[in-house]
């Protein structure tokens, strides 16, 4: 699988953006797929995550109610909708895909147990 991350860019404090996440291959609808982020000089960490069914989705406290995770399995594309940026959203955001076909009900959280990563898309947002 091979994944191709899009959409970021600069954007005032409360606006938004829609990271797009288009995977190759056939077996996309199997795999959870999850979104990180990456601050300069910080850890990568977790944002969102949705199960390959599309049913259960999940957060990282800091961007709950404020971004929503989406995927449309027949275009192969995760989607993660950004609304209310802050400054500190400020960091480079990847897109990964289980490689399991487990994660029918549920999503990993851990960049651990993702298979495929996509490059990351620069989102910036100035005060």
């Known amino acids: 699988v091979q994944l191709q991350a899009s959409g970021g860019g600069l954007v005032q404090a409360g606006g938004s953006l829609r990271l797009s996440c288009a995977a190759s291959?056939?077996?996309?609808?199997?795999?959870?797929m999850g979104w990180f982020r990456q601050a300069p000089g910080k850890e990568r960490d977790f944002v969102a995550a949705?199960?390959?069914?599309?049913?259960?989705?999940y957060y990282a406290d800091s961007v709950k109610g404020r971004f929503t995770i989406s995927r449309d399995n027949v275009k192969n594309t995760v989607y993660l909708q950004t609304d209310s940026l802050k400054p500190e959203d400020t960091a480079e955001y990847f897109c990964a895909a289980s490689g399991d076909g487990s994660y029918y009900y549920t999503a990993p959280i851990r960049s651990s147990e993702y298979v495929y990563w996509g490059q990351g898309t620069l989102v910036t947002v100035s005060s």
């Open positions: 291959g056939r077996t996309f609808s199997s795999y959870a």
């Open positions: 949705i199960s390959w069914s599309g049913g259960n989705t």
